[in-house]
């Protein structure tokens, strides 16, 4: 089964259009790719190769907020499913490399409020930071971020914040769910392999480590999506949970 189904992409698509052109003061360079990208229908002609990875971020942000993802494939509508699953959606969250649109953000929010907690997001190239209810930090996450009021971090493809989260939630016991993107950010000590082997290296690394401590995860089967997540659940969640 292809990434997107094709029936709701061309009922939709002047309407992902349309939503484009509305925000095009936000960012001239973000509304031109993606209104070319679906104008000339790119990611349907290309999706001979049912990688989820195909998909720019900008693209699946939209294509998740429209709705047109087959059923499985939305990986923004998995990962909440996993935070659900974990009881990571209560106390204070942080959300870390949220995207041009926040659609994570839009997705969780609405159960971290009825559990009376917060949101904050740390991304510096957010163009879409009027989320209800969501504090938005237009900042690159760094270890010299306070995170000693958040309960969770979590991020989706983080990218090169991948390291100071997991170091932060390690370091200050904090729960932890982060799922890799598919890039290579070798650093020194995050070198060994490089392209899609980069995750893997992390994890092992922080597997030796942190041993069970750091728990490592599939995304499910049916989503195509090869790359790891991390889950690490602090001392306090672990007591909650007995």
Known sequence: ?????????FSKKLEMLD???ENLDKDIRWATALSILIQE???IKEYTKNTPHY???DASEVF???DVYN???DPYIEITKLLQKYSFLEGNCCEIGAGDYPRLAELVIPEIKLNHGSLTIYEPEILFADIENVTVVKEKFTKDIDIKNFDTLYGLYPCD??????????????NLMLAFCPCN??????QKWIGDYWAEDVCMDYREKYGKEAEIINWPSYTGIDLPIMIRKSSKYKKKKR
């Open 1 to 9: 089964m292809k990434l997107l189904n094709e029936g709701k992409y």
């Open 19 to 21: 939503f484009i052109v």
């Open 41 to 43: 229908d790119i990611c």
């Open 55 to 57: 998909i720019t971020t």
């Open 64 to 66: 998740s907020k429209f």
């Open 71 to 73: 059923e499985g494939y």
């Open 161 to 174: 914040a991948t390291i100071p989260i997991l170091d932060k939630a390690f370091e200050e016991d904090k």
């Open 185 to 190: 950010h070798s650093t020194k000590e995050h």
